[in-house]
C-alpha cells in the first residue's frame, strides 16, 4: 500500500481516537453527575485524547528553524487562548459545588463548557511545548535535545501523578515531581543562542513580543488559578490537565521572562552585530562577483557600492591603474589611472583630490603601497588646501588594490565625521579591497580570454583560408612524379607554392618565401597566388613572368618587405626545365651521377625599381633525364636548428638527398622531412618549411 495513503490513514485514525475518548469521557461526566463517579481511572480515558490529540499535530508538524517566527506563534497562539479563556470563564461562572475535595457541577451546560475549556487549554499547552522545542533546538549543542526531553519526561511523570486526584486533593510524589520540573524549565530556559543572531530590528521585536508574552501567561495563569472558574473547570476535568498546563504555561512564561531579559541585554551591541553582519555578507557578496561577474562596468559599480555598506561611509569610488600592456597604446594626453566607478561624489571633486597638490593621497599609495588614513581632512597639513571640500569630506581613507604583487587600482571611502575611520575600519576595508582586486584582475583575465580566443578564431580561419591558397590537388601527369609539403612554423605562414599547365606541354611551377612570418606574410602570399594565376599564362618565359610579377607586386608591398620567388616552366615532352630565380634559395637538382645546386641570378620582388629588377633577373634551362629529381624548398630547412643554434644547413640536405635520389618522389621528401625533424630533435621549427619534389621518369 502507498506509505502516504497509510500516513494519510494514520492522522485519521489519531483524530478520531482522540475525539472518540474525549467523548467517552464527557458521556462518563454526564453519568457521574447522576449517580456518582462509574469509573475509576476516568483521567486515563482523558489522557489518552490528548495522547492521540498530539499524535494528529506532531504528524503535521513542521519545525521552523527561524526562533521569531515561533515567538510570534506563541503570541498568536497566547493571545487566542486567552480570548477563549476568558469567554468561557465568564458563560462558566461560578456553577460548581463543592463537595468535601471534588466539584460537583450544578448543571450539564457547565459539564459542556468545561470539556470544551479543557479540550482547548491542553491542545494549546501541547502546541506551547512543540514551539518552544523549535525554539530551544536552535543550532543544537550535545546535550540540548536529551536536555528537552528529560523536561517533558519530567512535566508528564509529574502529570501522571495525579492521575485519580480529585480536584483539591494533593500528593507529596506530585508537588516533588513538580519542583523538579521547575528546576528543568531553569535549566532549559537559559538555552537561547538565537538571540545573538538577531539584528537589532529583530531584537526589538523580541522585546516586544516577549512582553507581551509575559502579560499574556500572566493573565492566563490569573485566570486558571484553582479558585477561579476557569481553574475549577480544568481541576474538574482533570487534576492531571492542571499540572500539564500549570506547568505549560510556567516554562512558556519563564523562558519569555529569560528571553526579555537577555534581548535587552543584548540590545546595545546590536549596531556593532548588524556592522559585522553588513561585513561577511558583503564580503560573501564580492567572492560571488570574483567568479561570476563577467562585466567589468558591473563589477566596479559593486566594489563602490559594497564599500559604503562595508564601513557606512558617505561616499566611494574606484581608481584602476592601467596593465602595462595597455599603456604603450595611450595617448600622451591619457592617463594610465582612471576613475571606473564612484557613488556619491562627482568626477570634479576626486579630479580636485588628487591633483590640486604636490601630495596627494593616488601617489603616496602607489609609491608605498599601503593603505593611507587621514583622519581631519579638512585640518590635515597634506589636505589643508582643499578646505572647499571641508563641508563634504571629514575624514578619508584609500587603499590599495594589489593582485599577484601588482597594483591593479585604489579604493577610497570617505565619512562627513573627522575621525571616522578606526582600526577596524581599516582592517575590514582592506581585507575587502583583497578580495576587490583578485576581482578585478580575475575581470581583466576573463577580458584577456575572451581576446584571446576570439584572435584564435579569426587565427583559424586564416589558417585555413591559406590551406585553399595552396593546391588542393597535384597534377598527374604520365611519366613525372610530383610531390609537394608545406608547413607553417605559426598559425599561418609566408611559403607558397602552385602549378599551373601553361598549355599541353608545359607546366609552370612555383616556389616563394615572403620575408617575415604571421598574418602579414600570409596576406601577401595571398596576393602572389593571384599574381601567378593572373600572369603565368600571359608570361609563359619565367624571366618576363618574375619582371611583371615585380611591378604588380612593388607597388602594394611593404617597403621592409620581399619575396623570394623560383619560378620554373618544364617542358613536359622534352624534360627541359627553364628557370628563373628572384632571390630565392638555389634549387636542387639530383642526377644519378651527381647532386647539385641550380641558382640563376636575380633579386627577390619589391626590392628594386623595374629597371634594376629586369637587370639582375637570369634564366636558365637544365635538361633532365630519366630518373633525374629535381628539389624545390625554401629557407626554413636550411636554417632549421638545435637548442644550441646550429642550423641544418646545405650540406646535410644535400647529403639527404644524395642518399635518396634513387627514391621516387615520395620518398625523397619523406627523407627530408625526417632528416630535419631528426636533426631537430623533434623540436617545431622556427620558419615555414616547403618542398617540392619532381622526378623525371621518360627515357
Given at each position: 500500500?502507498?506509505?502516504?495513503?497509510?500516513?494519510?490513514?494514520?492522522?485519521?485514525?489519531?483524530?478520531?481516537?482522540?475525539?472518540?475518548?474525549?467523548?467517552?469521557?464527557?458521556?462518563?461526566?454526564?453519568?457521574?453527575?447522576?449517580?456518582?463517579?462509574?469509573?475509576?481511572?476516568?483521567?486515563?480515558?482523558?489522557?489518552?485524547?490528548?495522547?492521540?490529540?498530539?499524535?494528529?499535530?506532531?504528524?503535521?508538524w513542521?519545525r521552523?528553524?527561524?526562533?521569531?517566527?515561533?515567538?510570534?506563534?506563541?503570541?498568536?497562539?497566547?493571545?487566542?487562548?486567552?480570548?477563549i479563556?476568558?469567554?468561557l470563564?465568564?458563560?462558566?461562572?461560578?456553577?460548581?459545588?463543592?463537595?468535601?475535595?471534588?466539584?460537583?457541577?450544578?448543571?450539564?451546560?457547565?459539564?459542556?463548557?468545561?470539556?470544551?475549556?479543557?479540550?482547548?487549554?491542553?491542545?494549546?499547552?501541547?502546541?506551547?511545548i512543540?514551539?518552544?522545542?523549535?525554539?530551544?533546538?536552535?543550532?543544537p549543542?550535545?546535550?540540548?535535545?536529551r536536555?528537552?526531553l528529560?523536561?517533558?519526561?519530567?512535566?508528564?511523570?509529574?502529570?501522571?501523578?495525579?492521575?485519580?486526584?480529585?480536584?483539591?486533593?494533593?500528593?507529596?510524589?506530585?508537588?516533588?515531581?513538580?519542583?523538579?520540573?521547575?528546576?528543568?524549565?531553569?535549566?532549559?530556559?537559559?538555552?537561547?543562542?538565537?538571540?545573538?543572531?538577531?539584528?537589532?530590528?529583530e531584537?526589538?521585536?523580541?522585546?516586544?513580543?516577549?512582553?507581551?508574552?509575559?502579560?499574556?501567561?500572566?493573565a492566563?495563569?490569573?485566570?486558571?488559578?484553582?479558585?477561579?472558574?476557569?481553574?475549577?473547570?480544568?481541576?474538574?476535568?482533570?487534576?492531571?490537565?492542571?499540572?500539564?498546563?500549570?506547568?505549560?504555561?510556567?516554562?512558556?512564561?519563564?523562558y519569555s521572562?529569560?528571553?526579555?531579559?537577555?534581548?535587552?541585554?543584548?540590545?546595545p551591541?546590536?549596531?556593532?552585530?548588524?556592522?559585522?553582519?553588513?561585513?561577511?555578507?558583503?564580503?560573501?557578496?564580492?567572492?560571488?562577483?570574483?567568479?561570476?561577474?563577467?562585466?567589468?562596468?558591473?563589477?566596479?559599480?559593486?566594489?563602490?557600492?559594497?564599500?559604503?555598506q562595508?564601513?557606512?561611509?558617505k561616499?566611494?569610488?574606484?581608481?584602476?591603474?592601467?596593465p602595462?600592456?595597455?599603456?604603450?597604446?595611450?595617448?600622451?594626453?591619457?592617463?594610465?589611472?582612471?576613475?571606473?566607478?564612484?557613488?556619491?561624489?562627482?568626477?570634479?571633486?576626486i579630479?580636485?583630490?588628487?591633483?590640486s597638490?604636490?601630495f596627494?593621497?593616488?601617489?603616496?599609495?602607489?609609491?608605498?603601497?599601503?593603505?593611507?588614513?587621514?583622519?581631519?581632512?579638512?585640518?590635515?597639513?597634506?589636505?589643508e588646501?582643499?578646505?572647499?571640500?571641508?563641508?563634504?569630506i571629514?575624514?578619508?581613507?584609500?587603499?590599495?588594490l594589489?593582485?599577484?604583487?601588482?597594483?591593479?587600482?585604489?579604493?577610497?571611502?570617505?565619512?562627513?565625521?573627522?575621525?571616522?575611520?578606526?582600526?577596524?575600519?581599516?582592517?575590514?576595508?582592506?581585507?575587502?579591497?583583497?578580495q576587490?582586486?583578485?576581482?578585478?584582475?580575475?575581470?581583466?583575465?576573463?577580458?584577456?580570454s575572451?581576446?584571446?580566443?576570439r584572435?584564435m578564431?579569426?587565427?583559424?580561419?586564416a589558417?585555413?583560408?591559406?590551406?585553399?591558397?595552396?593546391?588542393?590537388?597535384?597534377p598527374?601527369?604520365?611519366?613525372?612524379?610530383?610531390?609537394?609539403?608545406?608547413s607553417p612554423?605559426?598559425e599561418?605562414?609566408g611559403?607558397?607554392?602552385?602549378?599551373?599547365?601553361i598549355?599541353?606541354?608545359?607546366?609552370?611551377?612555383?616556389?616563394?618565401?615572403?620575408?617575415?612570418?604571421?598574418?602579414?606574410?600570409?596576406?601577401?602570399?595571398?596576393?602572389m597566388?593571384?599574381?601567378?594565376?593572373?600572369?603565368?599564362?600571359?608570361y609563359?618565359?619565367?624571366?618576363?613572368f618574375?619582371?611583371?610579377?615585380?611591378?604588380?607586386?612593388?607597388?602594394?608591398?611593404d617597403?621592409r618587405?620581399?619575396?623570394?620567388l623560383i619560378?620554373a616552366?618544364?617542358?613536359?615532352?622534352?624534360?627541359?626545365?627553364?628557370?628563373?630565380?628572384?632571390?630565392?634559395?638555389?634549387?636542387?637538382?639530383?642526377?644519378?651521377?651527381?647532386?647539385?645546386?641550380?641558382?640563376?641570378?636575380?633579386?627577390?620582388?619589391?626590392?628594386?625599381?623595374?629597371?634594376?629588377f629586369?637587370?639582375?633577373?637570369?634564366?636558365?634551362?637544365?635538361?633532365?633525364?630519366?630518373?633525374?629529381?629535381?628539389?624545390?624548398?625554401?629557407?626554413?630547412?636550411?636554417?632549421?636548428?638545435?637548442?644550441?643554434?646550429?642550423?641544418f644547413?646545405?650540406?646535410?640536405?644535400l647529403?639527404?638527398?644524395?642518399?635518396?635520389?634513387?627514391?621516387?618522389?615520395?620518398?625523397?621528401?619523406?627523407a627530408?622531412i625526417?632528416?630535419v625533424?631528426?636533426?631537430?630533435?623533434?623540436q617545431p621549427?622556427?620558419?615555414?618549411?616547403t618542398?617540392?619534389i619532381?622526378k623525371?621518369?621518360r627515357?
Open positions: 500500500m502507498n506509505i502516504k495513503l497509510i500516513q494519510r490513514f494514520g492522522k485519521i485514525f489519531y483524530l478520531i481516537t482522540g475525539f472518540t475518548l474525549f467523548l467517552i469521557g464527557l458521556i462518563l461526566d454526564v453519568i457521574g453527575k447522576n449517580v456518582g463517579p462509574v469509573f475509576a481511572q476516568v483521567d486515563l480515558i482523558k489522557i489518552g485524547a490528548f495522547v492521540a490529540f498530539y499524535l494528529f499535530i506532531q504528524s503535521y513542521k521552523e528553524s527561524i526562533p521569531l517566527k515561533r515567538l510570534t506563534a506563541i503570541l498568536i497562539l497566547g493571545t487566542v487562548v486567552l480570548g479563556s476568558l469567554l470563564a465568564v458563560a462558566i461562572g461560578t456553577e460548581f459545588e463543592f463537595k468535601g475535595s471534588s466539584l460537583i457541577p450544578n448543571n450539564y451546560s457547565t459539564i459542556f463548557i468545561s470539556n470544551a475549556l479543557a479540550v482547548i487549554i491542553g491542545v494549546a499547552a501541547i502546541i506551547f512543540l514551539l518552544l522545542k523549535d525554539i530551544l533546538v536552535y543550532k549543542r550535545r546535550y540540548t535535545k536536555n528537552f528529560i523536561l517533558v519526561i519530567g512535566l508528564l511523570a509529574a502529570t501522571f501523578s495525579a492521575i485519580s486526584l480529585n480536584p483539591y486533593e494533593s500528593r507529596l510524589i506530585t508537588t516533588i515531581l513538580f519542583g523538579i520540573f521547575v528546576v528543568l524549565i531553569l535549566i532549559n530556559s537559559f538555552r537561547m543562542p538565537w538571540i545573538v543572531f538577531l539584528k537589532k530590528r531584537k526589538v521585536l523580541t522585546i516586544v513580543f516577549t512582553f507581551s508574552i509575559l502579560v499574556i501567561l500572566t492566563l495563569s490569573i485566570i486558571f488559578q484553582d479558585n477561579s472558574s476557569a481553574g475549577k473547570s480544568i481541576l474538574y476535568f482533570s487534576h492531571s490537565l492542571k499540572y500539564f498546563v500549570d506547568g505549560t504555561f510556567l516554562f512558556v512564561l519563564l521572562l529569560i528571553a526579555f531579559l537577555s534581548t535587552i541585554f543584548h540590545l551591541t546590536s549596531d556593532t552585530f548588524d556592522r559585522k553582519m553588513s561585513e561577511v555578507a558583503s564580503l560573501h557578496n564580492l567572492s560571488k562577483l570574483v567568479t561570476q561577474v563577467l562585466d567589468f562596468n558591473e563589477l566596479v559599480d559593486s566594489v563602490t557600492g559594497m564599500t559604503l562595508v564601513c557606512e561611509a561616499s566611494s569610488w574606484l581608481e584602476i591603474i592601467q602595462a600592456e595597455k599603456l604603450k597604446n595611450l595617448k600622451p594626453e591619457q592617463s594610465g589611472i582612471y576613475v571606473a566607478a564612484q557613488k556619491n561624489i562627482s568626477v570634479l571633486d579630479n580636485h583630490i588628487n591633483l597638490s604636490s596627494t593621497l593616488r601617489s603616496s599609495v602607489i609609491n608605498d603601497r599601503k593603505p593611507v588614513m587621514i583622519d581631519d581632512f579638512k585640518n590635515d597639513s597634506r589636505t588646501q582643499l578646505s572647499n571640500l571641508g563641508s563634504k571629514g575624514s578619508i581613507l584609500a587603499v590599495p594589489i593582485a599577484r604583487n601588482e597594483l591593479v587600482g585604489i579604493l577610497y571611502a570617505t565619512k562627513e565625521t573627522e575621525y571616522g575611520f578606526d582600526r577596524e575600519d581599516l582592517e575590514v576595508i582592506s581585507a575587502f579591497a583583497d576587490a582586486a583578485v576581482a578585478v584582475d580575475n575581470s581583466r583575465l576573463i577580458e584577456k575572451f581576446e584571446r580566443e584572435l578564431r579569426e587565427m583559424n580561419l589558417q585555413e583560408m591559406q590551406k585553399k591558397l595552396l593546391p588542393q590537388s597535384i598527374n601527369i604520365e611519366h613525372i612524379e610530383l610531390e609537394a609539403f608545406s612554423a605559426f599561418v605562414g611559403d607558397y607554392y602552385d602549378f599551373m599547365m598549355d599541353d606541354k608545359r607546366l609552370a611551377i612555383v616556389i616563394g618565401d615572403v620575408s617575415g612570418k604571421g598574418v602579414s606574410a600570409a596576406f601577401y602570399m595571398a596576393e597566388k593571384g599574381v601567378f594565376q593572373s600572369l603565368c599564362k600571359i609563359p618565359s619565367p624571366k618576363d618574375l619582371i611583371n610579377a615585380n611591378q604588380a607586386i612593388s607597388s602594394s608591398i617597403k618587405s620581399f619575396i623570394s619560378y616552366v618544364l617542358d613536359i615532352e622534352t624534360g627541359v626545365v627553364t628557370s628563373a630565380r628572384a632571390g630565392h634559395c638555389p634549387f636542387i637538382l639530383a642526377k644519378e651521377s651527381d647532386v647539385s645546386f641550380i641558382r640563376p641570378n636575380g633579386i627577390g620582388l619589391g626590392m628594386g625599381n623595374s629597371e634594376l629586369a637587370k639582375y633577373i637570369q634564366e636558365s634551362q637544365t635538361q633532365l633525364k630519366s630518373g633525374d629529381a629535381v628539389i624545390f624548398f625554401t629557407d626554413g630547412i636550411t636554417v632549421a636548428h638545435t637548442k644550441d643554434g646550429d642550423e644547413g646545405y650540406s646535410r640536405l647529403e639527404a638527398i644524395k642518399n635518396n635520389r634513387n627514391n621516387s618522389a615520395i620518398d625523397i621528401r619523406d627530408i625526417l632528416s625533424n631528426k636533426y631537430m630533435q623533434n621549427p622556427h620558419d615555414d618549411i618542398l617540392i619532381l623525371w621518369l627515357n
